[in-house]
């Protein structure tokens, strides 16, 4: 017999309209250019991935045994040498990280695995990352925006932030993670620091939540997650890791365990290479540096303004007098598909957010047709 579903809650009811979904039309006019759509609505990786990272992946590929729950450990020292060769993190130990397999899966189910209950509250950033609010929904729990003038609600149980901010490119300075860390701290709230593009700051220097000038050499209350999708070219791998408080980490390493969230031993050969690798992140970043200054002056000379984007892979763009749709549909008219500022949050309806992974030649052909005929056609 099927199940009744009209008269059970579905999950999904409560979820927002996947984002993405919008741009079925503009996808659909972008694709009838003439010369082709350049997709830089979704920050996809498109150069290869490093071949010191196939090859581990090759090496181990005769994997018949499961692998351990909490992870190799020399994917974790691995991981643990990274944190502090790159952001100077040394607080952080082998036990106080766990590989994990798809970190955008991972911080959708993290308000439910640390027992957020229905009706509490989840502060995120405005705007705000698509990922964060679903992981609200599941916990059925209500969504604040982090502002300074909101850090005062006693239901906050859980706090994302992060930096370099997705879709907007800003960079949390290290006074303003030290007060959020002390806010947090005083109200018992666990902070969430999504830290997937630590490593693509173009202006400033990048700040981790661990390093011990913000967490004043502590871990309480405090988890980090890094994803080696972006500086690794690793999307496909579905590869990252959680760090931080060690009473947490041990927590949801039980919950893991039991629902099987391992990562497959292959991979994790390959996280180990990668987190043990600079010179191919060096190499990726000079070829973003690039791609960013051509995108943003072609934006630039075809009328639009670039607001923040101090970090990430894309920028944040307005025009004025339109609307984020109106740039967007403009933008598919070229051949050119972004994402709407508006698919993040209402606080990002005068933008779009261009991506900047896509191809040298890709990028080329996006600026000559930005700044070919500016924004009329």
């Known amino acids: 017999m099927k199940p009744a579903y009209s008269e059970m809650q579905r999950r999904s009811t409560g979820l927002p309209a996947f984002p993405w979904d919008a741009l079925v039309p503009y996808r659909s006019q972008a694709l009838i250019h003439p010369d082709g759509l350049i997709d830089l609505s979704v920050a996809s990786p498109v150069d290869p991935t490093p071949i010191v990272v196939t090859s581990a992946l090759a090496s181990y590929a005769n994997a018949p045994a499961y692998p351990p729950g909490d992870g190799l450990s020399s994917v974790r020292e691995a991981a643990v040498a990274w944190m502090r060769r790159r952001f100077g993190v040394v607080d952080v130990t082998v036990d106080d990280v766990v590989p994990v397999a798809g970190t955008k899966e991972l911080l959708a189910w993290l308000p439910t695995m640390l027992n957020v209950k229905p009706g509490d509250v989840i502060a995120a950033p405005n705007p705000t990352y698509p990922s964060y609010i679903a992981g ?187 609307d984020c749709w109106d740039s967007t549909s403009i933008l598919a008219r070229k051949g050119i598909l972004v994402a709407p500022g508006g698919c993040f949050s209402p606080e990002g309806s005068a933008f779009i957010r261009v991506s900047l992974t896509a191809t040298d030649e890709q990028i080329t052909s996006a600026a000559r047709r930005l700044y070919g005929d500016g924004v009329k056609e």
Request: glycine fraction near 6%.
């Open 136 to 322: 609200c929904r599941l916990a059925q729990a209500e969504l604040q925006y982090l502002t300074a003038d909101k850090r005062s609600d006693s239901t906050t149980k859980i706090a994302f932030l992060n930096s370099p901010h997705n879709p907007s490119g800003v960079i949390a300075s290290r006074d303003e993670l030290v007060a959020t860390v002390l806010w947090a701290r005083n109200n018992g709230i666990i902070l969430i620091s999504d830290e997937c593009y630590l490593e693509f700051c173009w202006e400033g220097q990048p700040v981790s939540l661990l390093h011990p000038d913000v967490c004043q050499g502590s871990l309480d209350n405090l988890l980090v997650v890094h994803s080696l999708s972006k500086r690794s070219n690793m999307a496909g791998y579905r590869a990252g890791i959680l760090a931080g408080d060690p009473d947490l980490i041990k927590e949801l390493q039980m919950i893991r365990k039991h629902l099987g969230s391992s990562v497959p031993l292959p991979v994790q050969a390959a996280m180990t290479a990668a987190f043990n690798d600079d010179a191919h992140v060096e190499a990726q970043r000079k070829l973003y540096r690039i791609r960013r200054r051509i995108l943003a002056s072609a934006l630039t000379r075809a009328g639009w303004t670039i607001s923040s984007s101090q970090g990430g892979l894309s920028l944040w763009a307005s025009h004025a007098g339109l």
